[in-house]
């Protein structure tokens, strides 16, 4: 079974500093990537960042990075430069790459970021 | 590329009525995801498809929940008869892959409200 698990409810950041947004997560399959996802006040769930497990180099895009530790199991959201419009709800998510773990997105509980003027 | 299109956005309904929440994926993709966010339990996922054909409906409540997906293009999940329990935003999701780092990409949801 996958789990995925992230235990700040809520952060809160100044506009233009970065902020770490924490991700632990357990899994028995051998291969599996992680997923960060974005969902602002509207709803809709916006795709940030993809990191596999076996890449040799932590995955960037744009503000976002990815402070992936395997052996410590965390998959840690880096947002850079904040700004007002990061506000947001913040999903860490794991799928598998075998049997029917492999289809699934485990997500977890979620992170509340504000940022402040 | 028109993204995932669910519908109807906003839904409120009697309690003992039937709900039909409707998705049409990505044209291509071949895996087909139904979840639930509530904020008790967050998102869940309740069923998957891949290549049309139901693969896990382990996350679905109950017998009054089901799923189809007649053809590559469509599915619906329907609620019958439905409980203000029911209420929350459901999620079609669609994915080009069963595996590995294809990730999903979501609709915009259906806000099911059971008065």
């Known amino acids: 079974a996958q789990k995925i698990t992230q235990t700040q409810p809520g952060m809160f950041v100044q506009e233009k500093e970065a902020v770490t947004l924490d991700c632990t997560y357990d899994?028995?399959?051998?291969?599996?990537?992680l997923f960060w996802y974005k969902q602002p006040s509207s709803g809709e769930m916006i795709f940030l960042i993809y990191q596999g497990s076996y890449d040799q180099q932590n995955a960037t895009e744009g503000r976002y990075s990815l402070n992936f530790q395997k052996a410590r199991k965390s998959a840690n959201l880096v947002i850079s430069a904040s700004q007002l419009g990061d506000s947001a709800m913040y999903f860490c998510?794991?799928?598998?790459?075998?049997?029917?773990?492999?289809?699934?997105?485990?997500f977890g509980e979620g992170t509340q970021l504000t940022v402040n003027p | 590329d028109a993204g995932v299109i669910q519908s109807p956005r906003h839904e409120v309904t009697e309690m003992g009525q039937e709900v039909t929440l409707r998705c049409k994926p990505i044209s291509g993709h071949n895996s087909l995801f139904w979840y639930r966010q509530t904020m008790m339990r967050g998102l869940e996922l309740l069923i998957y498809f891949n290549n049309n054909v139901p693969i896990d409906d382990s996350g679905m409540p109950e017998d009054r929940f089901s799923a189809k997906m007649p053809n590559a293009s469509f599915s619906t999940l329907k609620i019958q008869p439905s409980e203000p329990r029911d209420s929350a935003v459901y999620f079609c999701a669609s994915s080009p892959g069963q595996r590995g780092g294809n990730g999903y990409t979501f609709g915009s949801g259906t806000r099911l409200t059971v008065v």
């Open positions: 998510a794991m799928r598998g790459v075998q049997g029917t773990s492999g289809s699934r997105l485990t």
């Open positions: 899994t028995s399959d051998p291969s599996y990537g």
